[in-house]
Structure formats: structure tokens, C-alpha cells
């Protein structure tokens, strides 16, 4: 087909083979001379039609036939294949010689040809030469076209006096052309001009041509010829873009200091460096590059004066030190190497440069409007990146001058993270304008509202209102409800309600939807469920509730795990036909993951999936992960994600959290460390140094010491600095290694080396509350009552206590109850201001004050502590508004929140041998509808057969503990002849907390007493009544122990078979 195609080109069917499309004809004619291809190959065609037309006939049947034809398939010669085009190049005899054929162009005249083509009928040699020379000129002198080949052709045509004459334009049209053989014909022709005829245009087209044909030296040496002998500036930006792209530095100062030497003489311009940026895509980097040659070059320089005057480097200053690593941009006369690259990075920043190199680009320039300018421009084009970093340079010139967008744009990219950025952007607007404007009112009185800072937020609050008095802003409630989002942010309820009730009792402003949202959050987060409901129900009463109404309730009730009264929510906000929010869902997640439905709440996050919700979808999956992560269900858990896929719902960083925590939870510490290394590496979520000390924590629990290391390293390796739930693991690691308390023989705990580490702990915490104490005088925030800045944030401060909490187990455990004692009193001056109060404390703190307590001996307090934790735990889990629904027992959220408090309870009583109060007890938490965890209940049952309540140990045994009991594991190895039958899903999930069973260590003792009472019994009543009783109530303990006898008499049993589980 190509074969066909080219033959068609021949001159015998060129005319017939060309489209009658004058756009078609017009794109194939400048692809034809720009690729080149009648120079190298058309000279035979040429010289055919500019024979004598009787010949032609002869001509087109003559032997030459098949050369044409061999020319004519260049005309496609792109494509071919590389090897093919070479193999033809060689068979065709008409490119012998190029550059010296005579040639003549057939341009044939249409109607439908551009205007400046009609007089170009060029066949043979019917033009004159002034018509010649003037069709070149015209054909030079069109922009929509190239016609290289042509020019050339008729070149070749002119005689040797018009050829002189035109030469010189000749040159400088053809360095246009990209095509090498065009850049010789540039030499070749410029080698003829003499050196008087030189000017700038023709040394600027032999320079480029040079650099084309890789002739670097030739190039210089014409720069330079034109400098020294007609005082020409030729080909100055060439020989730059040269020097840049090949990072030849030392041939760019060359050139330039020729042109320095020049300039310093005479007033001549090198040019424009435009050039220089269009050719080269990353100016940026090529600049700094420079620079830094330049620098290296400049301390060179510096070191080879001191070497040679000595007494001048006895005692160098600091700024001559930093000099050296500083290029000198300070001279900016027209022959500084500065000046050069001053303009470079003009173009640079024009083009525009990457925006990590936009700032040391500034800084050579050094000029406040290029600051501007680049801001400005970076904003429009949404390349933020670096833009914080340029503003703090540009705002210490002395020559700042922002405009009211500039503060606008930086405000919106500083807030609400950027705290120093917002102070840098308050002072602006004072030093530029003298103060706010309505939007920078608006702006900062939300941004002190979000940070709860109540006396800026009252300050600002009366001057906006003053200011702005005439347009009306005292009615608007968006100016109210600053005030009152600042009081819901600090936390202070009571000053949230007074501030709603003065809003209304001014008679100047009406609360809207939002005003009443911020009243509700207020109570939310205060953990005041009973007034949260009160408020909602005047909120409906006064407006109609939004997505965010129904949402923030019902993210508190679906907390709380009060599944019915979730539900009537939903059913309201469906009824209103309010707008569906992914907040409302999660709320629906999370209510019946807490009553364990959990196949209801992945069905809720399914149908979420499938329909359109505003919100981010990934949030409910999320909740579904937290729950089965906590029942240690990682089958599950993969099954969810599988279903996240199926449903197209992307993870974010709060997913990777809860995987790993999951494996965390379920003994998977080294798994957790693959993926914490993983997502180091490979960047896959935000990792924190809470990641860290999850897996640190992990691996401690499995006494794997090696792991702890690996977790230490990589944390060094990576650069992370140690935080304080980092530290708590260390030291936790640190005590391990030094008394391993698993071990038995290892020795007393030494109290001086405990304290010591202990000590190091709280000093961590106290500097950590330092620094992030605010005492700012630009703000108004002076806080020093307290010492944390962010009281307001419920789920800070909860993760506040929970990390204290978590030091004071370690200390507790290795018996350092002084600083468990200075860590409290830390605590509670940094939230409360005041003195410890142990009422004042949440309820897991409380827990470890009472193994405190118990631990040094101090039973009265532990009691006295409980006392506390009951009133408290009631309060929290059954509060009136669930009371007066009948409800049975506490929200599902604190049924376990007394368990650890119970453990310590029991161990007390048993340690003073009070079995009736342990029972008491036990059934006083049971009728309130508290629970306890697995462990505990093992540790109740032993705790009352050790105190002679064999039948009362059986009994809450029977009836909490053996519903989930599989068998002894010898039994399993038996008849299955496996080590362990039960599947790695079941005994993960069977080390739950809350999945209770008994354990080998419960069932052995029980049953070590059941073999003594059944050999008492023949002639002990007592005995028999206690086993007539037993065997009524408790068969399923009963069968436990009958099969554990068949089993010893089979053999002794060896540690695994005992294990119950």
C-alpha cells in the first residue's frame, strides 16, 4: 500500500494524487518542507521539470523512471522503519550531492490558493531575477507557512550578485528550521559573508546552527569573533540554553563575562532570555543549579585570597563563615554574573517554576513585587504548596504592601491549623489597612469560637457589632451564635445556655437552626443526656430541625447505645423528609453494634451504600471494624472489607487505624508491625507515634521483648520523636527488663530504680502540659488556672485521661504510688485548676486508684473510691430520661463500666474473707444491669471457693461461665487427633474480653474440691448435701468434672490437656 501510495506522488500524478482541499493541501505542503524531504530527495524532479516541454514525454518514459519513483517514496519516508529508509537512502543515486543541485519549484496558481501565492509559477526559468528575489522575500516574509526548500531552490538559482544581495536574510530565515541540513546550509552560507557584512541577526543564526550540528567550540569562537571585532551580542541566549541544558556552567560565566567585558566599553543588550524559558521546561532547577555553581565558585574564590594573604584569616567572623555558603547578589551592575542570573530567574518564576523551588528563586531576585506577584498568581492557579512559607519572607520586606485578597487567600490557607499563620495575618491587617474589615471579623471571630477563647471572641464581638452597627449585624444571629460557639468549645455549659437565654431575651435576634445546633452540642458533649433530649425537643418546637439537629442527637443516643430511641429519631427525621447525612447512619451502626446486632448494622451500612448521602460513607463501615475488632472477629473483619470493596467505599486514615488495632487486639503484635512498616515506607496512612506505642503495648503483653526493640528502632530509623504514650511504653519495657515479673525467682522490685523511671514519666507529662499551655497576649487568652487549652474538646480530654490512666498502670504495677500520686494531681490542676478530687475523676481513673490503694494496702480508700464509681457509674448509665421509659438495667455503653472496679472490690473481700459482702456485691451490680468480663468472673469464682463458697463458685460458674465452654482440649486431641481442633477464629475470639468462659485455672480448682467432697461423702451429710445440690444445679460443671476423672485415669495429664480451653 505504501508502495502504491508513493508512486502516486511522481510527477507524472502529483496532480492528480493532491486533494482539491485547500486545508489539506496546505498542512501536506508544510509537512513536505519541514520534514525535509524535497531537499534531500527531489532533485531529480527538479531538474525533469525544468527541462524543455517537448521533452518531457521523453523524460517520463526515459530509464530515470525509476529513480523518481525511488525519490518519490521519501516523500513518506516517516514511515518507514529506521533500517528500511537507510537501506533506500543508499539505492537512491538522486541525493548524491544536496546542497549543490539546481532546483525549481512548479507552484501551480488556483483560485483557491492564499493571497501572496498567485505569482509562483516558478517552471523553468521564466522569472527574472528581480522577480526571483522578490518572490523570496514575500515567501520569507509569511508567518502561516515555512518554505525552507523553496528558498534554498531558489537560492541556487540566483546569480552570484543577487545571492550577495539577499544572503544575509537568506541565513537568517533558514536558522528557523530544526532540520540539520538546513543548519548546514546556514554554515555554509555564513561562511561566505565577510566579516563587515556580519550583523547581530546572521552571528545569532550561525550560532544556533553550530549548536545544532554539536559544533560547541565553532559556536563560541563565532560568539566571541562577533564580540571582539563588530561589537555583535549574537547568539547570547543560544549559547545560555546550551550552557543550561548540558549543565555547563563554566562555558555560561565564559559567555557571559565576553559579553561583561563588551558592556562595560559599550551599551549593548544580549537580548531577551524568553527564549531560554521556552526552551527549557525546568528553568527552576537549571537556576538553582547555576547558583550553586556560582556559590562553589564565589567560596573558591574567597579561599584562594585568604591563602594568599594569611594575616587576613587569623580570626574569622561569623559572617565571613556564612559568606562563603551566600552568593553576593548585592552588586547589580550591568557586568555582574548577578545581572544573569537575576534574569534567569525572572523567566523562571514566569514559567511558572515548580512551587518548592518558587522561594530560593525569590530570594535572588529579592524584590517585594515578584513576592506579589507569585502569590497572587498561585492562588489563581490553586498551586498553594509553598505559599505559606514565600509569605512569611515577603511579609519581612521592607517593601510589604498585601492587598485585601491576598489577607483573604492566606487567611482560608492558614485556617484553622496555622495558629502563628492567623497571628501573622491579624498584624497584617492592622499594619496595612489599620484593622479587620467585615469579612476578617467575621473570619477571626469564628476562629477564636472554634479554639473556645471566650474573652477574645466577647473583645472582638462588641468592636464588630459597634463597627458595623448601620448594616444591620446585631440582627443577625450568625453574630450571636459566635458567642455562643465559643462557650460550647471551652465546655462551660452553664455559660452556652446563659448566653443562648441573653440572645433571646435582647429581643434583637431570633436563634436560628444553627443557634439552636450549638445549644444541642453544648449538652452533647458535656455527656448530659437528659438535657440534650430536653433541648432537641425545644428545638423542634422552634424550628425545624436539619440533618445536623437529628445528627448530633442521634450520634449521642446511637453512643450510648439506646437503640429505641435511635430508631424513633431516624423514623422523625424520615417523616420531616430531612436531607440523609452518613452522621444519622453511623448513629444507627453504632446503636446496634452496642445491643450486639451486628448483622442489623451492616445491613444499615449496605443500604447506606446504595443510596446518595451527604457525609463520607467510609465513617459507618468504620464503626462496623471498631466493633468487631473489639470481639477480636478478624475473619469478620475481612469480610467487611470485602464488602467496603464490593460497595466502591475508599478507606481513609481511620480505617488503617482500626485494622491495626484489631490485630493489636487480637495477639497479632508482628502482623501490626508489618503493616506500621508498610505504611512508614510506602506512605499508605498517616502514622503517628500512637501507632508506635499501640504495637510497643501489644508486644509487651506477649512478653516479646525482641519486637519491642524492632518498634524502638524503626521509630528512631524514621525520625518520630517520643510521645507520651511512646514513653509510657518505654518505661513499661524498661521495668520489664529489669525485674520481669512473669518470672519467678527474679526478685523484689527495687522501689529506687522504679521510682526513677517513674520519675521520668511525669516529668515527660508536666513538660507536655507546658508546652501546650497558651498564654497569649494577642489572643486574650491567658489561662492560668488551667494548664490545657483545648478543655472544651470532650474527646481530647477523654484521650487525656485515658493516656494518664495508662502510666499510672505501669507505675502501679511495679509499685511507684508516688508518682501515680504527683501524676493525679497534675491531672487535675490541668483540667480543673484545682487540688485532686477524686468525685471530679472519670470513672477508668478511678479504677486504678483503687488497685493503687489496694496494692499499698489501704483497703478503706479502695472503698471509699467505690463508693465514688458506683454514684458515678449509676449517673452515667441510667440517667432519667431512660428511667422513665422502664427501661431494664444501664445503657448498654456502661454496662461494663464497672467491671475493672468490681475485680479490685473482690480481691479486697477476699483478702478480709468477706464472702456475704463479695455476694452482696456481685448481686447488687447483677440487679443493677452491670456486667463483668470473663477474666473477672474466673477471678469471683476462685475468689469464693478460696473463701469456703464452693456451691456459690459452682453455681455463678454454671450459670454465666460454661454456656460457652468447648470441652478439655484432651478430650479434642483425642477423638480429633489434633493438638488444638478448635478453629484460629473461635480461640481468638474466645480471649475477648467479653466472651465469657471459664479458664483451665477456674475449673481445676473447682475440681480439685468436687474429688474431695466426693470422697468425704460416705460419711459426711454435709458433703452429700452439698453434692445433691450441686448435681441438681450445676450438670454441665458436673459432666466437666466426671470427664476430667476419665481422663487422669487414662494418664497423667500433660499442661496442654488441662487447659480448659
Not at 541566549?237 to 559567555?255: E, K, P, Y
Request: hydrophobic letters at 40%; a neutral charge.
Amino acid at each position: 500500500m505504501l508502495e502504491r501510495a508513493a508512486s502516486s506522488l511522481e510527477p507524472c500524478t502529483l496532480r492528480h494524487s493532491i486533494p482539491a482541499s485547500v486545508r489539506t493541501r496546505r498542512r501536506l505542503h508544510t509537512g513536505f518542507w519541514q520534514h525535509g524531504a524535497a531537499a534531500l530527495d527531489l532533485s531529480p524532479l527538479w531538474l525533469a521539470t525544468a527541462q524543455d516541454p517537448q521533452d518531457a514525454n521523453d523524460t517520463t518514459t526515459s530509464a530515470n523512471a525509476p529513480d523518481r519513483l525511488n525519490a518519490s517514496t521519501f516523500l513518506l519516508d516517516f514511515l518507514y522503519p529506521r533500517g528500511t529508509i537507510a537501506f533506500l537512502r543508499r539505492l537512491s543515486p538522486s541525493i548524491a550531492d544536496r546542497t549543490t543541485s539546481a532546483s525549481q519549484t512548479h507552484v501551480q496558481s488556483r483560485s483557491r490558493r492564499p493571497a501572496g501565492a498567485e505569482n509562483t509559477n516558478l517552471q523553468g526559468t521564466s522569472l527574472s531575477p528581480s522577480s526571483r528575489l522578490d518572490l523570496m522575500r514575500r515567501l520569507m516574509a509569511r508567518s502561516d507557512t515555512e518554505f525552507f526548500g523553496q528558498i534554498w531552490g531558489h537560492w541556487c538559482l540566483l546569480e552570484p550578485p543577487q545571492q550577495k544581495e539577499i544572503r544575509s536574510r537568506v541565513i537568517t530565515y533558514l536558522h528557523k528550521s530544526i532540520n540539520p541540513e538546513n543548519s548546514k546550509r546556514v554554515v555554509q552560507l555564513f561562511s561566505q559573508l565577510g566579516i563587515d557584512s556580519w550583523d547581530r541577526d546572521t552571528v545569532t543564526a550561525a550560532v544556533a546552527a553550530e549548536l545544532r550540528l554539536g559544533n560547541v567550540d565553532a559556536a563560541l569562537d563565532v560568539y566571541h569573533t562577533g564580540l571582539h571585532w563588530r561589537r555583535l551580542v549574537g547568539g547570547f541566549t543560544h549559547l545560555v540554553t546550551h550552557g543550561l541544558q548540558t549543565s555547563a556552567w563554566d562555558m555560561v560565566c565564559r559567555v557571559w563575562d565576553a559579553y561583561g567585558n563588551l558592556r562595560a566599553v559599550e551599551a549593548v543588550e544580549f537580548g531577551n532570555l524568553d527564549d531560554v524559558a521556552a526552551a527549557i521546561h525546568d528553568l527552576g532547577a537549571r537556576v538553582l543549579q547555576f547558583q550553586d555553581y556560582l556559590v562553589a565558585r564565589q567560596s573558591e574564590d574567597q579561599s584562594i585570597q585568604t591563602d594568599a594573604g594569611p594575616e587576613q584569616a587569623n580570626d574569622p567572623t561569623e559572617e565571613s563563615v556564612s559568606a562563603a555558603h551566600t552568593l553576593d547578589l548585592s552588586d547589580i551592575g550591568p557586568t555582574s554574573i548577578s545581572r544573569l542570573l537575576k534574569g534567569l530567574a525572572k523567566c523562571a518564576l514566569h514559567q511558572p517554576c515548580q512551587p518548592n523551588e518558587a522561594l530560593p528563586i525569590l530570594k535572588i531576585l529579592r524584590k517585594a513585587d515578584f513576592y506579589y506577584m507569585y502569590i497572587n498568581r498561585a492562588f489563581e492557579e490553586r498551586r498553594t504548596a509553598c505559599v505559606p512559607d514565600i509569605y512569611r519572607v515577603y511579609r519581612t520586606l521592607s517593601r510589604f504592601k498585601p492587598n485585601w485578597k491576598m489577607l483573604h487567600d492566606m487567611f482560608e490557607l492558614f485556617y484553622p491549623h496555622d495558629v502563628l499563620g492567623l497571628e501573622q495575618i491579624y498584624e497584617d491587617y492592622h499594619k496595612a489597612f489599620g484593622g479587620l474589615d467585615q469579612w476578617g471579623c467575621q473570619k477571626y471571630l469564628k476562629f477564636y469560637a472554634s479554639r473556645g477563647d471566650v474573652r477574645s471572641v466577647r473583645r472582638m464581638w462588641t468592636t464588630y457589632v459597634k463597627k458595623y452597627k448601620d448594616k444591620g449585624v446585631i440582627q443577625d444571629p450568625g453574630t450571636w451564635n459566635h458567642v455562643l460557639n465559643a462557650y460550647k468549645n471551652r465546655g462551660i455549659v452553664e455559660d452556652t445556655q446563659q448566653a443562648f437565654d441573653e440572645m433571646v431575651a435582647s429581643n434583637k435576634a431570633t436563634p436560628d437552626v444553627v443557634s439552636w445546633n450549638i445549644l444541642l452540642s453544648a449538652y452533647t458533649k458535656a455527656d448530659r443526656y437528659d438535657d440534650a433530649i430536653a433541648v432537641f425537643e425545644d428545638l423542634c418546637q422552634a424550628v425545624k430541625p436539619d440533618s445536623v439537629s437529628f445528627g448530633t442527637i442521634m450520634a449521642m443516643s446511637g453512643s450510648l447505645g439506646d437503640l429505641d430511641y435511635t430508631l424513633e429519631l431516624y423514623q422523625r427525621a424520615r417523616s420531616l423528609k430531612v436531607q440523609a447525612h452518613s452522621a444519622v447512619f453511623a448513629s444507627l451502626v453504632n446503636a446496634y453494634c452496642l445491643n450486639n446486632k451486628i448483622e442489623e448494622a451492616q445491613n444499615v451500612c449496605i443500604n447506606a451504600s446504595t443510596r446518595e448521602i451527604s457525609g463520607d460513607q467510609v465513617d459507618l463501615w468504620n464503626c462496623l471494624l471498631k466493633y468487631q475488632g473489639h470481639r477480636r472477629d478478624l475473619k469478620g473483619i475481612y469480610r467487611i472489607l470485602d464488602l467496603m470493596k464490593e460497595h466502591d467505599v475508599e478507606w481513609n486514615a481511620a480505617t488503617y487505624d482500626l485494622l491495626m488495632r484489631s490485630l493489636v487486639l487480637s495477639k497479632e503484635a508482628h502482623y501490626a508491625y508489618r503493616l506500621l512498616q508498610t505504611a512508614v515506607e510506602d506512605k499508605t496512612f498517616p502514622v503517628r507515634e500512637r501507632h508506635f506505642a499501640m504495637v510497643m503495648s501489644s508486644a509487651l503483653r506477649s512478653r516479646d521483648m525482641s519486637l519491642v526493640r524492632s518498634v524502638v528502632a524503626l521509630m528512631s530509623r524514621t525520625g518520630y520523636a517520643m510521645s507520651m504514650k511512646t514513653s509510657i511504653a518505654a518505661v513499661d519495657a524498661e521495668l520489664r527488663r529489669r525485674f520481669k515479673p512473669w518470672e519467678q525467682g527474679s526478685g523484689e522490685i527495687d522501689a529506687d530504680q522504679a521510682r526513677e523511671l517513674g520519675r521520668t514519666l511525669v516529668d515527660y507529662y508536666e513538660r507536655m502540659l507546658r508546652a501546650g499551655q497558651r498564654d497569649d497576649a494577642l489572643f486574650g487568652s491567658e489561662r492560668k488556672s488551667t494548664m490545657l487549652s483545648d478543655l472544651g474538646d470532650v474527646e481530647h480530654l477523654r484521650s487525656h485521661a485515658s493516656t494518664v490512666q495508662e502510666a499510672m498502670e505501669v507505675l502501679i504495677q511495679f509499685r511507684d504510688f508516688v508518682s501515680v500520686e504527683e501524676l493525679l494531681q497534675l491531672y487535675s490542676k490541668a483540667v480543673t485548676g484545682r487540688p485532686l478530687q477524686r468525685e471530679t475523676l472519670p470513672l477508668p481513673m478511678l479504677e486504678s486508684m483503687m488497685l493503687a490503694d489496694l496494692l499499698d494496702g489501704k483497703h478503706d480508700k479502695v472503698k471509699e473510691t467505690w463508693a465514688y464509681a458506683w454514684d458515678s457509674a449509676l449517673r452515667l448509665g441510667r440517667p432519667a430520661s431512660y428511667q422513665k421509659k422502664n427501661k431494664p438495667g444501664v445503657l448498654p455503653r456502661y454496662q461494663y463500666a464497672l467491671s475493672g472496679s468490681i475485680n479490685t472490690m473482690q480481691r479486697v473481700l477476699h483478702t478480709e474473707g468477706d464472702h456475704r459482702g463479695l455476694v452482696a456485691l456481685i448481686e447488687k451490680i447483677t440487679r443493677a444491669g452491670f456486667k463483668l468480663h470473663s477474666g473477672h468472673w474466673n477471678n469471683i469464682c476462685r475468689a469464693l471457693a478460696g473463701m469456703g463458697q464452693w456451691l456459690a463458685a459452682c453455681t455463678f460458674c454454671e450459670n454465666i461461665l460454661m454456656p460457652n465452654w468447648m470441652g478439655w482440649a484432651a478430650r479434642r486431641v483425642v477423638s480429633q487427633r489434633a493438638r488444638n481442633s478448635l478453629p484460629l477464629e473461635r480461640r481468638r475470639m474466645g480471649n475477648a474480653p467479653r466472651f465469657l468462659r471459664p479458664n483451665a485455672e477456674t475449673l481445676v480448682l473447682l475440681a480439685d474440691q468436687y474429688l474431695v467432697l466426693k470422697k468425704q461423702g460416705p460419711w459426711s451429710d454435709e458433703a452429700r448435701r452439698v453434692l445433691a445440690e450441686f448435681t441438681k444445679k450445676c450438670p454441665k460443671l458436673e459432666d466437666a468434672f466426671r470427664t476430667r476423672l476419665e481422663l487422669s485415669e487414662q494418664g497423667p495429664l500433660k499442661p496442654e490437656i488441662k487447659d480448659a480451653w
